[in-house]
Structure formats: structure tokens, C-alpha cells
């Protein structure tokens, strides 16, 4: 795992693009969170890449926000999907979470997207909320670490 460059946007686009191109079938609008601040994200180190060689597999974007961490994406490629490459992310984040001494992080995916859900739920998150936004049911997570 390695911190991203700007020189890895194109590559993080391809694979955000195609983690989430099955649910874009079934909508006119794309499901794709792709981040009008993605170039930020990776100048201010908030997003991390596995890779074979050069090319990424997988990334997850996250950052502090009020006490806790927020990951904003996580996305894999298809063909990589079950090799434990996500799974391998979330632990990462969790583990910048308890370095920085926070207690808990946060996310939310579409309530649709039930395979992300039940992904997130067997890696100890629990639902929180759920909202309308823009037309679509937001599912909020929360995973919480307890003190050491």
C-alpha cells in the first residue's frame, strides 16, 4: 500500500470508473462518487493505493473530520473483487483512525448498493441513519473502536 500522487489521478479515475460501472446500468445518473476534489485529496495525502506494479487496484480516500475519520471512497477493481484488497483498505484506515486517537469512522454508501452494505456490516460497522439525498437513500455507517 502507498500514499497516492497526482500522477496517479488517470489510474485511480479508471478503477473508480469501473468499481462502480455495474451500478451505472441501472440509472441514467452515474453512481460514481467521483470527487470534484479528487487532485486535492491526493496533494493533501488523504488517499491511499494498493498496486501491482504500476498498475492500482484499489484506493481509499479518507480524512479527520469532528474527532473521527471519514473515509469518502473506497473502491476496488471488478476483477480484483474478493481477494481481500478492500478489506485490506478498511484496515488500514482503521488503523490511522486509533493512531490518531480517534474512536470512530464514519461513511455512507447507497442503500441500493446492498453488497457494499453487507461488506461494511461483517467488517464491524453499524448502520447509523439514513437519508434522501438527491433522490437517493444514503445509508450511514459507523464503526467504534473501544479505549485502550
Not at 476496488?76 to 470512530?104: C, N
Request: glycine share 8%; charged share 25%; with cysteine.
Amino acid at each position: 500500500m502507498r500514499v497516492a500522487t497526482v500522477g496517479d489521478l488517470a489510474e485511480i479515475v479508471t478503477c473508480l470508473e469501473l468499481a462502480f460501472a455495474s451500478f451505472n446500468e441501472f440509472e441514467d445518473s452515474e453512481d460514481a462518487p467521483l470527487p470534484d476534489d479528487l487532485e486535492s485529496q491526493i496533494i493533501e495525502g488523504s488517499v491511499r493505493l494498493i498496486c501491482n506494479g504500476t498498475q492500482v487496484l484499489g484506493y481509499i480516500s479518507f480524512w479527520p473530520v469532528a474527532h473521527q475519520m471519514f473515509i469518502d471512497t473506497l473502491a476496488v477493481l471488478p476483477t480484483h473483487h474478493r481477494q481481500g484488497l478492500g478489506s485490506k483498505l478498511l484496515a488500514f484506515a482503521d488503523m490511522e483512525t486509533l493512531r490518531l486517537g480517534f474512536k470512530a469512522v464514519t461513511l455512507f454508501t447507497k442503500a441500493r448498493m446492498t453488497g457494499n452494505s453487507q461488506f461494511y456490516q461483517r467488517r464491524g460497522y453499524r448502520e447509523t441513519g439514513r437519508c434522501d439525498d438527491d433522490g437517493f437513500c444514503r445509508v450511514f455507517y459507523t464503526k467504534t473502536f473501544q479505549p485502550r
